[in-house]
DNA sequence: TACTTGCTTGGAGTGCACTCCAGGGTTTTA
DNA sequence: TAAAACCCTGGAGTGCACTCCAAGCAAGTA
């Protein structure tokens, strides 16, 4: 079960590079309870491992989907309680995937519309028809 | 050219109920420009048409594709400023259409994330094994 | 050592898209 | 006619997700 002793560790300023978010929004994740306590130096800096970019890098997934910050800090909260709380996890998880889903199918339905309307101002270049 | 003269003219609170929109936002989207100038009763009260209601349909459409309500205002002020710019007018369309099409590819891939995720919360139910 | 750059905190500020309020006039119903 | 319901305006307030600030400590470089 031991892992290497040489683990790669990443101050802020490396992690703001590798994930895109600002250093002021990793400060700000870490408060409200978005992130596994990282852990510090010496001095009392952040210093990030691969499993915090992972975890990182699931957030950001989840913020794609449209997820609420305080959904996403609900379930942090969840995974820190551990096993016993998979069944809700796996709830909240869903309940997300069915707002994507909708959110899909809207998004695909005006995307259908603009189409119409681009397509409409194509011809009227050429015909100059009036429409608004 | 001429039309019915018996139009159909709906009060606020109707186009709220046709809507969804509050009479809140109703208010606020004309004072905000993004809406053609309403009509107003004897007594100043408004009086929205079904053309209204086609434009507050189609606007509609806008608000799903994410576009801000500044980038709406400005389409509806190049309609209200006529045929000379229907070129600025698709620009701001395909220039949505693009960011439309992103966020399509964003979302498609969160949902495969997620599908996975809940997948293994599935099997993780069945055999008892660890994960985050 | 001096300087520059980087990191720390709690708290304040920002931009967006509404959302509501106060105070008053209008329209409909009993 | 009186009460209830509806509508008007300018401006203030809200919730979200950051984003920035001040003041100070720490780390790296000439």
Redesign the interface.
Known sequence: MSQSLTQTRYTISEVEARTGLTQHTLRWYERIGLMPHVDRSHSGQRRFTDKDLG?LA?VG??R???MSVADMVRYAEL?REG?HT??E??AL??H??RE??A??A??????G???R??EM??M??NTGK?Q?
Chains 1, 2 share one sequence.
Request: no cysteine; net charge positive; glycine share 2%.
């Open positions: 975890w699931f997934k989840l794609a989907t449209g995974v096993e998979v069944d996890r796996r998880l869903e997300t995937r994507v889903r959110r899909l809207e998004l695909t339905d005006a995307l519309v603009l189409d309307k681009i101002y194509a009227n270049t009036a608004s």
